[in-house]
């Protein structure tokens, strides 16, 4: 089982707010990701980490911001919420070496702004 | 041309049947190739993982790999209804980044 934890699991906001996500994992995983997910939609990276102080902008613009100042810590920040914000937040992390890079998910952020 | 990309869904397969799902990808120096399950409102848990061509099997579970024609296919074979979700297939490229498809919606029909 994969030990990696994400809170709150659901937030309603109002527009204009600043929420910070959280998300850690007790793997000692060097790579984490975070994900934006709409319902029945696919996945889309909007960030990534492969360690301690190394973050970087995935395929998906995001106006989202992500800070990796401990291994088992990757926090993602809206600085000013949108309704457009409003969708599911994974967060992930992987050990990453080699050939074996099995992605574990966390149980996911729901967000809603109105 | 996405870099990986799946048969489009949904797929509909009757209960005992054999689900077939189709993973393409662009890379051709890709080496780890993933299957994940993801239930409705559920984050998605990995199946199966398979590095090297041919088959490999997991229980009902059954991975391909064809590297040569950059597939790889996820059988089911047994479909039972609590197999009834979202298939997605990941591929590490060769840039070391993991690349999910859109993902593929399996309903298996009681």
């Known amino acids: 089982e994969a030990d990696i934890y994400q809170t709150p699991r659901y937030l309603v906001i109002g527009t204009g707010k600043k929420i910070t996500l959280e998300c850690s994992q007790t793997?000692?995983?060097?790579?984490m990701y975070w994900y934006q997910q709409d319902p029945g939609m696919e996945l889309h990276l909007i960030h990534y980490?492969?360690?301690?102080?190394?973050?970087e902008k995935g395929d998906l613009s995001s106006e989202s911001t992500v800070s990796r100042i401990r291994t088992e810590h990757f926090p993602l920040t809206l600085e000013s919420a949108r309704p457009s914000h409003t969708s599911q937040y994974l967060c992930a992390s992987s050990e990453g070496s080699g050939w074996v890079d099995t992605q574990y998910f966390g149980p996911g952020t729901r967000l809603t702004v109105l | 041309q996405k870099e990986v990309e799946q048969n489009s869904g949904p797929l509909s397969v009757p209960e005992g049947a054999i689900a077939s799902l189709n993973c393409t990808y662009s890379?051709?120096?890709?080496?780890?190739f993933f299957w994940y399950r993801q239930y409705s409102g559920k984050s998605p848990e990995l199946i199966m993982s398979?590095?090297?061509?041919g088959d490999k099997e997991d229980g009902r579970f059954t991975a391909q790999l064809n590297k040569a024609s950059q597939y790889v296919s996820l059988l089911i074979r047994d479909s039972q209804p609590s197999d009834s979700a979202t298939y997605l297939c990941a591929v590490k490229t060769s840039y070391d980044k993991v690349i999910f498809g859109p993902g593929t919606s399996l309903s298996v029909i009681p």
């Open positions: 793997m000692g995983h060097d790579k």
């Open positions: 890379d051709r120096v890709s080496q780890s």
């Open positions: 398979i590095y090297s061509n």
């Open positions: 980490s492969y360690g301690v102080n190394s973050t």
